[in-house]
């Protein structure tokens, strides 16, 4: 059995929070999709959905609760079946100082 090789450069840490994200559609128009983020880090999330989207695709994520308030684009990495459908491994792109801020704040209270 092989090992799978961490990719990820920034400390992730589990959560469980309700995401919107959206992918352009062919005609052009945003398409929202619900799902669950599983992790996240400054650098990116672990995004659970029953819908998917291609490694490469750019995504735009929408996460509103309590712990984050965040608007981010993000590039799908990786796409993994999982038991109720999809996960996609999702890097930010283009993060304002504002946000990894934010990222931090959630990633350092979260530490076990």
């Known amino acids: 059995m092989t090992q799978q ?3 990820r450069f920034s ?3 589990a959560v469980e929070m309700p995401v919107t994200w959206y992918l ?3 005609d052009g128009q945003a398409r929202s999709h619900g799902g669950c983020l599983d992790d996240v880090s400054t650098t990116g999330v672990g995004l659970l959905s029953t819908e998917s ?3 490469g695709k750019l995504i735009a994520l929408a996460i509103r609760t309590a712990e984050l308030d965040l ?3 993000g590039e799908v990495r990786r796409l ?3 038991a109720g459908g999809w996960r996609m491994g999702v890097v930010f792109l283009n993060l304002s100082p504002e946000q990894r801020v934010k990222l931090t704040r959630l990633v350092l209270g979260k530490r076990v």
Do not use: I
């Open 11 to 13: 400390e992730r840490v």
């Open 24 to 26: 352009l559609g062919p």
């Open 5 to 7: 090789r961490e990719r």
């Open 53 to 55: 989207a291609a490694a």
């Open 80 to 82: 993994t079946r999982w």
């Open 71 to 73: 608007d981010a684009v």
